[in-house]
């Protein structure tokens, strides 16, 4: 899924971008090779379909703001992912002030809101998985996330989240120690 190389294609979609009549279709064809991906990202950290499809809209505002100016320091991939990420973390906060119910961090948010699914199933072993993974600090939870379910290697991880790549493997290792043990009832 990810991969250390530029995605066939970005570079062409970042050089019609930057063509004024092309823009529009540029645009639209970013947005349906990466929408998926990108949701599930946000979906994830923010576990309910509809908030993660306003975060994803507002990503997309964002990318279409910044995309001009886009220095291809990075690939677009991380660079979009680095987007959804702030974009996700900042709704979580902004949701986070407005509770009625003062919630101590981000684990309680993602937790709280979990339980709160309809399709709930505490039996299921995916249920199990989401509720080990709620239970992370913040940090830990998206690296988990970015590794298990992206694939992501840790070189674009450090970019995404700005920070290295040995710190990124210490936090996927504790994150995924403790999901271990929550799974074996520990």
């Given at each position: 899924?990810?991969g250390?190389?530029?995605?066939p294609?970005?570079?062409?979609?970042?050089?019609?971008?930057?063509?004024?009549g092309?823009?529009?279709?540029?645009?639209?064809?970013?947005?349906?090779?990466?929408?998926?991906?990108?949701?599930?990202?946000?979906?994830?950290?923010?576990?309910v379909?509809?908030d993660?499809?306003?975060?994803?809209?507002?990503?997309?505002?964002?990318?279409?703001k910044g995309?001009?100016?886009?220095?291809?320091?990075?690939?677009l991939?991380?660079?979009?992912y680095?987007?959804?990420t702030?974009?996700t973390?900042?709704?979580?906060?902004a949701?986070?002030?407005?509770a009625?119910?003062?919630?101590?961090?981000n684990e309680?948010f993602y937790e709280?809101?979990?339980?709160a699914q309809?399709?709930?199933d505490?039996n299921?072993i995916?249920?199990?998985?989401l509720q080990?993974?709620?239970?992370?600090p913040?940090k830990?939870?998206?690296?988990?996330?970015?590794?298990y379910y992206?694939?992501?290697?840790?070189?674009e991880?450090?970019?995404?989240?700005?920070t290295s790549?040995?710190a990124?493997k210490a936090s996927y290792h504790?994150?995924?120690?403790?999901?271990?043990?929550?799974?074996?009832g520990?």
């Amino acid at each position: 899924m990810a991969g250390n190389t530029e995605h066939p294609g970005d570079q062409e979609l970042i050089a019609s971008f930057r063509i004024e009549g092309a823009r529009a279709a540029a645009f639209t064809a970013l947005v349906r090779k990466y929408q998926e991906r990108l949701y599930w990202h946000i979906r994830r950290m923010v576990v309910v379909h509809n908030d993660a499809d306003d975060v994803l809209q507002n990503v997309f505002m964002k990318v279409w703001k910044g995309l001009e100016g886009f220095r291809e320091e990075s690939n677009l991939y991380t660079w979009l992912y680095r987007i959804a990420t702030n974009e996700t973390l900042t709704w979580i906060e902004a949701q986070k002030r407005r509770a009625t119910v003062p919630m101590d961090g981000n684990e309680a948010f993602y937790e709280n809101r979990l339980l709160a699914q309809r399709d709930a199933d505490p039996n299921k072993i995916e249920w199990k998985l989401l509720q080990a993974i709620a239970k992370l600090p913040e940090k830990q939870r998206i690296v988990f996330n970015l590794r298990y379910y992206d694939e992501m290697p840790y070189d674009e991880m450090a970019q995404v989240l700005d920070t290295s790549a040995g710190a990124l493997k210490a936090s996927y290792h504790h994150a995924v120690k403790k999901v271990e043990q929550h799974l074996s009832g520990g």
